[in-house]
């Protein structure tokens, strides 16, 4: 949603800052936060999203700075951001949920593992971006929860804040979405 996202930036982003989304499969985090003045740098597994993110950048003005979408697996982040990462101010994503729905067949692609691995893949992907950070900086992950296959609740916002304390972050707020029913 571009408005949520705007109004995450505006609130825990300085105008200058740099946000970092190890998640980037789609192009509205990166558009906003060059219509707002901020430099964003997704990771994304599949080049054909990273293609589609690319064909949005008509929306951008000369002076808007270009979000930069890299084709990587986000458990390699640190690498993809490489030696000379100035720290992000900002980690804004919106992870896969899991298998909900599986976004590929590359067997890289969180979506394709069961939960016990996905978790673990998630949290490390989670800790090595929050050691891209600069201090006393925030991060803001979209989630909601899903369910396993019997239909039971498998707690993944819970999870999320888990692998965040984990990486040393703790959780600072939490707000709900409510859209329009009908």
Known sequence: DPVLCELAYRWFCP????????FAGGSV???VAAKLG???VGIELRPEQVAAN????????ASDPAPVWITG???HIVAHCGPEWPGADFLFSCPPYADLEVYSNDPADLSTLKYPEFRRAYSDIIAAACGLMKPDRFACFVVGDIRDPKGFYRGFPWHTIEAFETAGFRLYNEAV????AG
Do not use: E, N
Request: proline share 7%; net charge neutral; glycine share 6%.
């Open 15 to 22: 105008p200058d800052g740099l946000i970092l989304d190890p």
């Open 177 to 180: 979405l409510v859209t329009q």
């Open 38 to 40: 901020r430099r964003y």
């Open 73 to 75: 697996d986000s458990r």
């Open 54 to 61: 690319a064909a949005q950048l008509h929306m951008l003005d």
């Open 29 to 31: 985090r990166g558009i």
